[in-house]
């Protein structure tokens, strides 16, 4: 099969660039990338202008992407000014050209039947899930969302977003919005409530193991979007891997950028550390 | 419009133009072909092929460093037989020249490694990393030590015949890598690839600790362009008649002419991959008007154009 066979690189214009409690919100004219995109999938920038310093990718899933007509269309994305190239990111004003590739990665696979979802988002890792809702919404799935972060700056939980879901519970660490605690302290009950027949979490490593651990308990499929840091976004850096078990049960180094970011929770090897006997990505 | 000859050769395999990824920066090239068609490049240099199936490192495997990034991959892979039964075809078919880049954790392993291209039709080249410094032990940087390097090239000369050109690939990391390049064209290597990543090491300032999985990793990109330069400059001043496959941080065809000028007969674009999936091709254009504006009719004419 062809590795990213929607994907091109684009000259991007910024449409806006607007804060939104701890992140910005960036809205890019995206030639095709756009149009092609599925929920799910991410895209990759490069930062720091002409005589850029910095020469690696950032990737950045997709908040929102539509078609604007036939050649062009919107990508949206939600940056955490946590480094240099994201910081830069967040300074460029309206009109300032990226150059952008994608649409990259796997996107989250739908159910066939109208079922109960829980989407489960960490931080900003809730950006790609209200387009997945919207999708989960029109096929007649009920979904539910919860959404975590340490303080309510970092809770991504945008007005047209908690529309498009049946219920949100926001859970903050330091109690400054909803329920005092973490996402998995109000999942279980969540899953017992809504008869929750499938869960997509997006967010830190740390969350998707704790929110696997509870869908293993309760034996519910559970799909990942995860983020490891990557240089390139396109499989060739390899350096974004995690330990995966493929259909013959080999266990490999695979790259999250081409396997992932969505996976199936349940070939992950979430033990941390490298198995023996583990191979490499091709 | 005028047009320029970019045809280049190392050895005796001819390439149409000068301009190859790197190994290690571009897989076996299907995730590149979704961009270009991988026949624009001179020669697709797959990542290093080892015996085995091989993990790798565990992560973090990379930290963006000013102008440059450490890497400490680890030689992962599925290994030699995955290689030749899916990558190699896949690659062959495509109609793209091959190098094939090996690495062995012994002077058998490159052996045995040789041994099973040996035979293997449309490969254009060999290159032997015996640089790689992501290993668990830095005494297995063959070609930090004359003696190793030597017995490398001569096990890999020996068990693939004459029928590929063997290009070894050196380490900056040396007192005098003219030294290590005498010993390896002794010992049969047909050209070199200069330089691999340079050996180096970030702290995170959080935690004061090594930041990468593998503590030490390899620097490449712009960084260390300038360091590529003058390793390449000083092996064509000593051994003008060998072929030189330059590379270190090109990001440009103002990059690739410097190593073309300090003697490279061939460039590969590696880091530069990383932030620009077109850069080789765009790399190859820009070299090529900017070899019209030198007014070189033939990239031939331009190598090693700095001596002298």
Known sequence: MPINPRAT???????????????????????????LAKPGNFIAIAVGGEYSAMPLHRAFAIYRAKADGVHASTVEIIVAAHGKGSEWL????????LRI??????????????????????????????????HLKSRGCRVDAVIGASTSSKIFAPLDGKRTVNSVTVTTEDASAGVQGRVTDVLEELIERQKIDLIYSCGPMAMLKAVDEIAQRKQIPHLVSVEEAMACGIGICMTCVLPIRDANGTIKMSRTCIEGPVIDSECVVWSGGIPEGTWGAP | MSVVDLSTELAYAKFENPIFT????ASSGKELSQFFPLTELGAMVTKSIMLRPRSGRATPRMAETPSGMLNSIGLQGPGIDHFLEDDLPWLLETGARAVVSIAGESVDEYGALARRLRGVRGIAAIEVNISCPNVENRGMVFACDPTSARAVIETVRINIGGEFPIIAKLSPDVTDICAIAGEVINAGADGLALINTLLGMVIDPKTLKPLLGGKTGGLSGPAIRPVAVRAIYQV????????????????????????????????SVGTASFGDPLAPVRIKSELASLLIHHGFARLRDAIGVAHG
Not at chain 1, 17 to 28: E, Q, T, W
Not at chain 1, 102 to 125: C, Q, R, W
């Open chain 1, 9 to 35: 690189v684009t000259t991007a214009r910024i449409l806006s660039n607007r804060k939104v409690g701890a992140y910005h919100h960036i809205a890019l004219e995206a030639g095709e990338v756009g149009k």
């Open chain 1, 90 to 97: 967040t300074k460029q004003s309206e009109g300032s050209q």
């Open chain 1, 101 to 134: 590739t994608g649409p990259l990665g796997t996107s989250f696979p739908l159910p066939a039947e109208p079922v109960n979802v829980a989407i489960i988002g960490g931080g900003y890792g809730s950006a790609p899930l209200f387009d997945l809702a919207d």
């Open chain 2, 22 to 25: 790197a190994s290690g920066c």
């Open chain 2, 236 to 267: 064509h001043s000593r051994f003008p008649k060998v072929p030189i496959l330059g590379m270190g941080g090109v990001a440009s065809g103002s990059d690739a002419l410097q190593l073309i000028a300090a003697g490279a007969s061939a460039v």
